[in-house]
């Protein structure tokens, strides 16, 4: 099986995969990376979104070919150390999460919508389509709200 | 001081006739009371006997006896008479069925200063671990980061405490869990007086230490060993006064969402189990179907990555080294298929099976002016995010599962008889779930990956793909419904509800709960569980004259299981349809027409809270609407106020949403109205998008793009839940009254805003894409 090297949350790692398996896998079972979360497989409920050099991915439907020499960030990557990123802080403050297990993709989606978008609208913050089966929407869209400020 | 075996902590009542009288547990070898005789301690009617675990620091266990069983009594003289669920509703049948094993409940106090609760109930999602924490460090007067609260292991001592349903967890445990902590408080003290010579009342707690007047103090951590010894005693123990708490009743975030945010909160197949490798289960292409033959094994063995194949009671198990792997050999298998049990089902034959079983009415529309509605509801999936899940080490003699389960117990039992292994050779670890809205009451990937892990004789990580979940896992059954309302001179006189739905599986424990308190049930005759579970939960809130609700239900086998709120949601939902028609009728403003017949002050009073919160009234656009419903069940009570859009008609969304909320005691407020967010959500999405088609014997959908679950941009920008002060009332339930209420606020909503009697949900029913090959 071909290798594939790539950097995760800041490490240099090498994988022995074939070309074809979704990223997703690569770093569950493969790396035992396990904040991106599986839930549809087909890039549909987005629980799995992370960040391919800087932009919003999903990794289950990315094969780990194309990951090849690029940078990876994952929700375990997105604090630096202790250090919360203020979307996690904001996600904190309005107690998003209920079951928790779509909130890292959540988290990824709206830290990539605010690179882009400094100041969301509810327009923009209704793109984001990731699933949140607990109905948290209006926690997160409060969330994204609080941490655009804090970071403005 | 006297040993006591697990004899001595059941209780002498007559509920021990009902309950089977378990063998001696190995979790309790040496249970000993705290003092002779045990000292009782009060909260409210119940009283507890608390007593110590032999532990080298100190554990107690608190045990609810029978004179605190009996249920509260409504007592209000009503025009209409009390139903079944007013006198004792489900909720209380699960706290009288947890109270002969509440001595279970187990808190240690650990040389490092921190608590540890070992709490029998599953948490996914409804914030439990915190609430309970909450009543640990409120009692202990222990800051609340110092709590830690675990989903104790399937413990079949239990019995019938160990069910997570019913909107039940804090009803039942908030007594016994105050208990529990203020027995460890004690102690603490009484450690400390021993050791400074000062007796325990002049002595005070707070931030995790015991303060003498002159200002010594000492850390629960010193004092967890000296606190643990059996020699010492105490007074009389009684946890603290409602009206001194601090920390319980306020706004608290949950102990886990920093876990959460971080990604490291492990969910079940974020485990580390050594040599468990991925495996997928190819499904039959109707609902249980069998496996006739594989025809194409040894060339799907080929395939890279796999490592195994068994053919297993509900398909064929492949192992591969990633879960990647496993999708791509499951999906290249070639299975010859035997028929399931629904084959020949679709949409359509359901309904007219349901519409030919609902029950006459027996008020016939004679003399009086009437009317009726016919109503009927999608199956529905839970669709958790987390799929359907397990990790199974299956040995020659023993079996460890772990997996998300709201009835582990059961769980246990059934494997153990599965893998014929006796049941203490079993143990069944409950993880923290990714959401379950009743789902997790079964423990169908449990016991499928036992059965995987036994064929293979390997341990496995099962994962259903989404697919899979959706077309073969369990979904809230349809239903029909028919509504009869007669009236005259402005007073309702009759209100008669027919409900007809496919038949739910109760088969998860609580029909045995029922089954061992029939004699104490408010319903009569020969009912089965499910109208049991009917007559428990369902109850008008309206003075609407002779009122009857009756369920029957139709033999199909699907695979079904309660579903946030079971049979409120369509059947509250659609009566509050019709009270708008009834109102519209009688000439009268919706909110005014139910402040007049509303039988409760406390459901009156959410009422008037969202009417004014959420401008009940207030001139809307054309295309929009507001609408209005409540709800009470488990002794709360709920309103719910929305704005809608429905300019396209076809694609309205609800933009506000305004809710008012009374559980009696709100433990932690904003997880309260957590629970009503979310409530909010499944309301919006099963009234306007999300069912399940069903096309010979398979749901078509299979995916979230295709059962619409809604998405951010079907939610509202404006959400507010108004959580009413604590009343005094004993505490209810909020983990499924926050559905019914928007079910009908948005369907009134839906009608006002289009002109049209909404009788079909969800509204928009479009089967808008390709199905997945079956």
Redesign the interface.
């Known amino acids: ?1 071909p290798n594939y090297t790539f950097v995760v949350n800041g490490k240099t790692v090498t994988v022995d ?2 070309a074809d ?2 990223m ?3 770093l ?3 790396l ?1 990376v ?9 890039n ?2 987005k ?1 799995c979104t992370s960040h391919l050099d800087g932009e919003a991915f999903n990794p289950c439907v990315t094969p780990v070919s194309e990951c090849a020499g690029r940078e990876v960030t ?3 990557g ?2 630096d150390g202790d250090e ?1 990123h203020p979307v ?1 802080e904001a ?3 309005q ?10 993709g959540q ?1 990824m989606a709206a830290v990539a919508l605010l690179k882009k978008t400094k100041n969301p609208t ?1 327009a923009d ?17 409060e969330a994204i709200k609080s941490a655009a400020a804090k970071m403005a | 001081m006297r040993e006591l075996g697990y004899s001595a902590l059941t209780p002498d009542s007559g509920l021990l006739s009902v309950a089977r009288t378990p063998p001696p547990s190995k979790g309790f070898p040496m249970a000993r009371p705290t003092t002779e005789p045990p000292e009782p301690g009060q909260v409210g009617r119940r009283r507890f006997l608390t007593y110590l675990v032999a532990a080298p620091t100190l554990t107690v266990a608190t045990k609810l006896t029978a004179d605190g069983l009996a249920p509260a009594r409504a007592d209000a003289v009503v025009p209409t008479l009390p139903q079944p669920a007013e006198i004792l509703d489900l909720g209380d049948v699960l706290t009288l069925s947890c109270a002969p094993t509440a001595g279970m409940l187990v808190l240690e106090l650990t040389a490092d200063g921190r608590a540890r609760l070992q709490l029998p109930r599953a948490e996914v999602g409804q914030g439990i671990t915190t609430a309970t924490a909450m009543l640990v460090a409120e009692e202990l007067d222990l800051p609340l980061d110092r709590v830690d609260v675990v989903l104790s292991d399937a413990r079949t001592e239990l019995l019938f405490n160990q069910l997570t349903g019913g909107s039940n967890t804090m009803r039942s445990l908030y007594d016994p869990v105050r208990a529990t902590a203020a027995t460890a408080r004690a102690r603490m003290v009484a450690a400390a007086g021993a050791q400074w010579g000062t007796d325990a009342s002049r002595l005070s707690t707070r931030d995790g230490a015991v303060w003498a007047p002159d200002g010594r103090s000492a850390s629960y951590g010193v004092l967890a060993g000296p606190a643990s010894r059996t020699d010492l005693t105490t007074g009389s123990v009684a946890p603290k006064a409602e009206s001194a708490h601090t920390l319980v009743g306020t706004p608290t975030s949950r102990k886990d969402a920093r876990a959460m945010v971080t990604g490291t909160q492990v969910y079940t197949l974020d485990l580390d189990v050594p040599g468990a490798n991925p495996v997928m289960v190819r499904r039959p292409p109707t609902i249980n179907g069998t496996v006739r033959k594989v025809n194409n094994e040894a060339a799907v063995r080929a395939m890279p990555g796999i490592i195994d194949i068994a053919v297993v009671p509900t398909g064929v198990a492949v192992m591969a080294e990633t879960f990647g792997q496993a999708l791509d050999g499951k999906n290249a298998l070639d299975v010859t298929w035997g028929p399931g049990t629904v084959d020949g089902e679709d949409n359509e034959t359901i309904k007219k099976k349901l519409r030919a079983a609902a029950l006459p009415f027996v008020v016939p529309p004679l003399l009086t002016q009437y009317v009726d509605g016919e109503f009927d509801f999608a199956f529905a999936s839970h669709a958790p995010m987390e799929s359907n899940s397990a990790v199974a080490d299956v040995r020659e003699d023993s079996a460890t599962i772990w997996a998300g389960l709201k009835s582990p117990i059961v769980a246990k039992q059934t494997i153990a008889q599965e893998l014929g292994l006796p049941e203490n050779k079993v143990t069944v670890h409950v993880q923290q779930g990714g959401g379950s809205f009743g789902r997790r009451l079964f423990f169908d990937a449990a016991l499928e990956a036992a059965h995987i892990s036994k064929a293979m004789k390997k341990p496995v990580r099962l994962m259903w793909s989404r697919i899979d979940d959706m077309r073969h896992g369990r979904a809230r059954a349809a239903s029909y419904h028919r509504i009869r309302a007669t009236f005259a001179l402005g007073q309702v006189l009759t209100f008669e509800h027919r409900v007809a739905s496919v038949e739910t599986d109760w088969s998860h424990g609580l029909g045995e709960i029922l089954t061992a308190y029939a004699a104490k049930l408010p319903v009569g005759g020969n009912l089965g569980f499910a109208q049991t579970v009917f007559l428990l939960t369902v109850k008008s809130p309206y003075n609407f004259g002779v009122t009857t609700q009756l369920l029957n239900e139709v033999p199909l086998k699907f695979h079904t299981s309660a579903w946030r709120s079971v049979y409120s949601a369509n059947t509250r939902g659609a009566e509050e349809i019709m009270v708008d028609e009834i109102a519209k009728k009688l000439g009268k403003d919706p909110v005014q027409f139910r402040r007049e017949f509303v039988k409760s002050d406390r459901q009156r009073a959410v009422l008037d809270k969202v009417a004014e919160l959420g401008e009940w009234g207030k001139k809307m656009p054309a295309g929009f609407a507001q609408g209005v419903a409540v709800h009470g069940e488990y002794k709360s009570y709920t309103a719910c106020l929305v704005e809608l859009d429905a300019r396209d008609p076809k694609h309205p969304r609800v933009t506000k949403a305004t809710i008012a909320v009374d559980v009696g005691k709100p433990v932690n407020p904003r997880g309260v109205q957590a629970q009503m967010l979310g409530g909010l959500t499944d309301a919006i999405s099963t009234t306007l998008t999300a069912g399940l088609h069903i096309d010979r014997g398979l749901p078509l959908e299979g995916s979230y793009s295709q059962f619409h679950y809604a998405r951010q941009k079907n939610s509202p920008m404006d959400v507010q839940v108004h959580v009413m002060p604590a009343t005094g009332d004993d505490i209810g339930g909020a983990g499924e009254l926050g559905l019914p209420a928007p079910v009908g606020a948005i369907a009134n909503a839906y009608a006002r805003a289009t002109g049209t009697r909404p009788r079909s949900f969800p509204i928009t029913f479009p089967v808008d894409f390709d199905p997945f090959p079956r």
Do not use: S
């Not at chain 1, 396990?34 to 087909?42: F, L, T």
């Open positions: 099986m995969a074939p398996l979704p997703l896998w690569a569950r079972d493969k035992k396990r904040g991106p979360k599986y839930g549809c497989g087909i549909v409920c629980a994952t929700i375990e997105l604090a919360l996690q996600w904190l403050e107690d998003v999460a209920q079951c928790g297990y779509c909130q890292p988290i509810d913050i209704d793109a984001i389509e990731n699933v949140c089966r607990c109905g948290t929407y209006f926690r997160i869209r």
